[in-house]
């Protein structure tokens, strides 16, 4: 790549502190003022039973066993009533949501840079794709809403997209990159343990498919050529993940065999929706939901699109 087209320190700071803006006003402005909602309030009570003396470990709410959630959110809520003592305001109880939010778009982009790293679009202004897709999450509905909510989805998400960026960097390094790879395995334990494999299906398999699929056969030699890391990510991923509900099993195996039973049996018939269910879940996207229906369809998006995501080179001869 020639000097001149370099990212200059100058722009980079620049770009930094303008998404860093964006989620100042996204997560942390006036994050106080919606009414809690039952699942934060379970997450709340849950972290201050904690802080009073309670089981990190075998967490309890209102004094009964609460072993339907993994604790790793729980535990940010706690870990931050232990700094500041225990306290109702809901802007410092919602703090490690925040925070989490702002680390899932700082990872994002992470994860779009290294995505067009090579990219020939790139070659006259390099990592501004990553940046406005920064931009682009860190200002879309759901992720706001999440973002201000002390509860686990962000949890996971977010732990699911860093993991995935240290997936893709190793893929694409010219060496091992066994750190790199502990690295991933250990945030998608951590998401694990923050609300189970739902974003592990949610997110990371899609995108796994999506990167082996026959579009771009150079994406699929990367992962082959890595085995040894990406089957290190998995058992750090294992050992990580599974530690707390072994933990469980071990100590409390009635309770934690009881809610098994009775979350297995929600995800095979309460949760089980039609696919017009999901359809509302466009207008989540905010303010870019014409840009994402329009890119949903293919012919249209296609022509428009092909040469800029690293998915669709082939279709624009790149």
């Known amino acids: 790549?020639?000097?001149?087209?370099?990212?200059?320190?100058?722009?980079?700071?620049?770009?930094?502190?303008?998404?860093?803006?964006?989620c100042v006003f996204s997560f942390f402005v006036h994050v106080g003022a919606p009414e809690v909602s039952l699942m934060e309030?379970?997450?709340?009570?849950?972290?201050?039973?904690?802080?009073?003396?309670?089981s990190w470990l075998i967490p309890t709410l209102n004094h009964e066993l609460r072993l339907a959630k993994p604790p790793l959110p729980t535990w940010a809520v706690a870990a931050t009533q232990q700094l500041v003592a225990p306290t109702n305001n809901l802007a410092l109880l919602r703090l490690p949501a925040a925070v989490m939010a702002t680390l899932l778009v700082l990872m994002f982009w992470g994860l779009a840079r290294e995505l067009t790293r090579d990219a020939p679009f790139e070659s006259d202004n390099p990592g501004r794709t990553a940046w406005l897709s920064a931009l682009v999450l860190a200002s879309s509905l759901l992720v706001i809403v999440s973002g201000r909510e002390g509860q686990w989805d962000i949890f996971a998400y977010g732990f699911v997209v860093g993991a995935l960026w240290l997936l893709v960097r190793g893929w694409r390094s010219a060496g091992q990159g066994y750190g790199t790879f502990s690295g991933a395995g250990l945030l998608l334990g951590f998401s694990m343990l923050s609300k189970g494999p739902v974003a592990l299906y949610g997110a990371l398999l899609p995108f796994v498919a999506c990167y082996l699929s026959r579009l771009n056969p150079e994406m699929r030699g990367g992962v082959r050529g890595h085995w040894r890391g990406t089957l290190l990510a998995g058992m750090v991923a294992l050992v990580v993940g599974g530690s707390w509900p072994l933990y469980i099993l071990y100590h409390v195996r009635p309770a934690a065999l009881a809610v098994a039973q009775t979350e297995v049996t929600a995800w095979g018939e309460r949760h089980v929706q039609p696919l017009w269910y999901y359809s509302p879940f466009f207008v989540y996207t905010g303010v870019w939901v014409v840009a994402t229906v329009a890119a949903l369809v293919v012919p249209y998006a296609k022509r428009r699109l092909g040469a800029f995501c690293p998915m669709y080179w082939s279709w624009a001869g790149c």
């Open 41 to 54: 309030a379970r997450n709340f009570v849950a972290a201050r039973e904690m802080v009073a003396g309670g």
């Open 1 to 22: 790549m020639p000097e001149s087209t370099l990212p200059t320190k100058g722009s980079t700071l620049g770009r930094l502190a303008s998404v860093l803006l964006v």
